[in-house]
C-alpha cells in the first residue's frame, strides 16, 4: 500500500464517500488509488469552482464533508471563490491538494507557488504531508477538523512522494468529534428575562436567526419563543439551508437592499442573535450606516455558531413557557394564481410554489429575480432553500450538482441569474454526466441587474457607453438552450409565465438534468 491508498481507505473509514475531483499530473497516484477503492464515488468538474461548490452543496444537505482532489496552488486558486462561501455556509470540506515531491519544491518547476499561502484565508485548518508514513494520519485530521459543530474546511497538501512513498496503515479510524457546548444557562435565564419584561414596546423585540437555527428543531421552537412571547422572528439576509414550505415554520429574511434592511429592523430596540452575526451592510455606502440596526438597538447573543444551537433554543423555550401547539410563523394556505405574461419574481415564485414537489432542494442564485421567489414559495409543500452565503456569485451550479449527488431521491430546482451561471457553467456537464436529478431555471435578463440598481441608487450621471458596456451581457446574446444541450442537457425557452410553469411541469416530472431558459 502506498500513501495515497492508505489516505483513500482512511477517507471512507471516516465516512467521507465522494470525492469532487479535478486532478493533473502530481495527483495520478492518489487517482491510481481511487481506481483501487472503487467505493469512492469520484466526480469530476471540468473547473475547480465547480468542484469546490459541489462539495459545499454536497456538505450542506449530507451534513457530512466531501473530499475534493486540487492541483496545486492555480487548481486551488480557481476554487477559492466558492471555498469562500463554503467557508460562510459553515460547510465542512476535506480539500487534497496536490504538490510537488519534497525534493523539488525548491526547482521552482513551472506550477511552483506558496499553496500553505494560498490555501489559509479559505481554510480553518492547513497541513502539509511530512511523508507518505504520515500521510494517513493527516487525513484522519483532517476530517476530524472539518467535521463536528460547526464544521470547518480542512486543506491537506499532499507532496507528490507522500502519495507515492510507501505506507504500512490499511487506513485511521475515526478521531472523536468536536463537540459543541450548550450556552450557560445564566445566558439562557437572563434573554428569557429579557423576553418576558415589559420594558420593550411590542414590535421592537425580535430573534434573528442563521446558520444551523435556520433547520431541525430550531425554527418550530423558535416558532413557539415567539407565540409564546409575542417577539418577531427574523432570519440573515442570505443562509446555507432553510427548511421551509406548508406546515413549517417561515421566518422573513433581512431584505439584501440596504434601504429594505434598515426598514425592516427600524423598530426593533432588543435583538436576540441565535447563531447569527449583528446585521452588517453588504457593502458601505457613503452615507448610510455600517450596521442595520437602529442605534439604540440592544443586541444580545443566545448562541453563537460554535455552541448547541437547537439546545439553547429549547432551553429558552422550557424557560419562557413556550408550547408546541403554539406556533408563530408557520404557513398554511394555498398559493395564489400566478398571473400570465412576462415572467417576473413573484409570479415565478407563485408558479414555483404551486409545483414544487415534497422535499425539493431550491438553489437559489437568481439575484434580482430572486427577491420574492422564498417568500412566495413560504407555501410550496416542505422544501429545503439554500443561498449564496458569501456573496460570490457562480456557487448555485455547482452546489446544485453536490446537493444532487448528496440526495440521489430528491428534486433540485436551481433558480440562477445569467450572469452568475456563466460563472462556473461547466457544473451543466458533470449534471449531464453524472444523470443528477437537476432542473435549471436560468433567469435570462441579459444583463447584470443587480450592479445597475447601485448605480442608479449612486444618483450620479446615467450610465454612459463604458458603463454600459460593463453592466450588459446582451451583445452577443448568450443562447442558453444551445450552452445547456452542448453540455449535454436537454433545454428550452420560454418567455411568458404560461410558459414557464408548463416547462418547469415538465422538468419536474422528467429525471434527469434540463434546463429552462426564461427570458426576462
Ligand atoms: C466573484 C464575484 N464577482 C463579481 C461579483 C459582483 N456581482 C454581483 S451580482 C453580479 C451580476 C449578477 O448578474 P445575474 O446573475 O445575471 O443577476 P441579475 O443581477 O441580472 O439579477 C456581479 C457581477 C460578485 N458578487 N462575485
Redesign the pocket.
Known amino acids: 500500500m502506498n500513501g495515497s491508498e492508505s489516505m483513500v481507505h482512511t477517507l471512507l473509514n471516516n465516512e467521507v464517500s465522494v470525492c469532487f475531483a479535478n486532478p493533473g499530473t502530481s495527483e495520478m497516484h492518489f487517482v491510481s488509488a481511487l481506481d483501487r477503492v472503487p467505493q469512492m464515488r469520484c466526480v469530476l468538474g471540468l473547473f475547480e469552482g465547480v468542484v469546490t461548490g459541489a462539495a459545499d452543496g454536497y456538505f450542506r444537505m449530507a451534513q457530512k464533508p466531501a473530499a475534493t482532489l486540487l492541483h496545486l496552488g492555480p487548481g486551488l486558486g480557481n476554487g477559492l471563490?466558492n471555498l469562500h462561501n463554503a467557508k460562510r455556509a459553515q460547510s465542512g470540506i476535506v480539500n487534497i491538494i496536490g504538490q510537488h515531491a519534497h525534493d523539488h519544491i525548491a526547482n521552482d518547476a513551472p506550477l511552483t507557488s506558496d499553496i500553505e499561502g494560498i490555501a489559509r484565508p479559505v481554510s480553518h485548518w492547513v497541513r502539509t504531508c511530512a511523508s507518505s508514513m504520515t500521510a494517513p494520519d493527516d487525513t484522519a485530521a483532517a476530517v476530524q477538523a472539518a467535521s463536528g459543530t460547526p464544521a470547518r474546511i480542512a486543506s491537506l497538501i499532499l507532496p507528490a512522494d507522500a502519495a507515492w512513498g510507501p505506507s504500512t496503515s490499511g487506513g485511521v479510524r475515526k478521531l472523536p468529534q468536536r463537540p459543541a457546548p450548550t450556552p450557560a444557562d445564566s445566558v439562557i435565564e437572563a434573554i428569557a428575562r429579557l423576553l418576558q419584561s415589559n420594558t420593550h414596546a411590542p414590535g421592537s423585540v425580535a430573534l434573528l436567526l442563521g446558520g444551523r437555527a435556520m433547520r431541525g428543531l430550531s425554527p418550530r421552537l423558535a416558532g413557539q419563543i415567539a407565540a409564546r412571547t409575542g417577539c418577531k422572528l427574523l432570519a440573515e439576509t442570505k443562509n446555507a439551508r432553510s427548511e421551509r414550505g406548508l406546515g413549517r415554520v417561515n421566518i422573513p429574511q433581512i431584505p439584501y437592499p440596504i434601504n429594505g434592511a434598515l426598514d425592516a429592523l427600524k423598530d426593533i430596540r432588543l435583538l436576540i442573535l441565535v447563531d447569527a452575526i449583528k446585521p452588517v451592510a453588504f457593502f458601505a455606502y457613503p452615507d448610510k450606516p455600517r450596521f442595520l440596526v437602529h442605534p439604540d438597538c440592544q443586541v444580545e447573543t443566545l448562541a453563537t455558531k460554535d455552541e448547541d444551537v437547537e439546545a439553547a433554543l429549547a432551553k429558552l423555550n422550557d424557560a419562557v413557557g413556550g408550547m408546541p401547539g403554539q406556533v408563530a410563523y408557520v404557513s398554511d394556505g394555498a398559493s395564489p394564481a400566478w398571473s400570465d405574461g412576462v415572467p417576473n419574481s413573484q409570479d415565478m415564485g407563485r408558479a414555483l410554489a404551486a409545483l414544487l414537489p415534497e422535499n425539493a432542494i431550491v438553489v437559489d442564485?437568481?439575484?434580482?429575480?430572486g427577491r420574492q421567489l422564498q417568500s412566495s414559495a413560504a407555501v410550496a409543500q416542505p422544501h429545503d432553500w439554500l443561498e449564496i452565503t458569501g456573496?460570490?456569485?457562480?456557487y448555485g451550479l455547482p452546489c446544485a450538482t453536490g446537493a444532487a449527488v448528496a440526495c440521489p431521491d430528491r428534486k433540485v430546482v436551481a433558480i440562477?441569474?445569467?450572469?452568475?451561471?456563466m460563472?462556473t457553467v461547466q457544473a451543466l456537464w458533470t449534471m449531464a454526466r453524472e444523470g443528477l436529478d437537476v432542473t435549471v431555471v436560468i433567469?435570462a435578463?441579459s444583463?447584470?441587474?443587480?450592479?445597475s440598481g447601485e448605480l442608479d441608487a449612486m444618483g450620479g450621471p446615467p450610465p454612459a457607453t463604458n458603463a454600459q458596456r460593463m453592466l450588459s451581457?446582451g451583445s452577443p446574446s448568450l443562447d442558453w438552450v444551445r450552452l445547456a444541450e452542448g453540455h449535454g442537457l436537454s433545454a428550452t425557452r420560454v418567455d411568458t409565465m404560461a410558459g414557464f410553469a408548463a416547462a418547469l411541469g415538465n422538468g419536474l416530472r422528467s429525471s434527469g438534468p434540463n434546463l429552462i431558459e426564461v427570458l426576462l
Open positions: 471563490a442564485e437568481a439575484i434580482t429575480t456573496g460570490s456569485i457562480g440562477i441569474g445569467d450572469g452568475s451561471a460563472y433567469c435578463n444583463k447584470y441587474q443587480i450592479l451581457i
